[in-house]
């Protein structure tokens, strides 16, 4: 009895993990030079952004959470820090110059994104 009340709870974990992780990765791509992404829940979303390198990205930040966590966004390595108005579109445009990964977060990194510049 014990064996099956175990598999049964490796079960379900396993499928929270599969569902998640499946989850997010079709939650998140995007692949144009103008993305909405919602701020919510802990979230980015989408929080995976590829753009070619020296081509412009604009970003549209919908910041939905009003915890001062989420209140602003920081590009690590682009230089960029903005602060994200709740319930309005905030605007963020960039040029990257350089191909690499570049995390975006909240100031405490609890919400976190990576944009992906690639080369052209
Ligand atoms: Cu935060």
Known sequence: ???IVNGIGLLIIAAIIIWFWLWRARATQATTNAVDIVVANGVYKPDVIE???GTKLT???NR????PCAEQVIFHGLDISE????GKI???KLTPQH??????T?????YQGTLKVVDA
């Open 1 to 3: 009895m014990t064996l």
């Open 51 to 53: 753009m070619k390198r």
């Open 59 to 61: 970003l549209n930040f």
């Open 64 to 67: 939905e959470d009003p915890s």
């Open 83 to 86: 602060t994200l108005p709740v």
């Open 90 to 92: 905030k605007t963020i």
């Open 99 to 104: 191909s690499g990964n570049y995390r975006f």
């Open 106 to 110: 909240c100031q405490m990194q609890m």
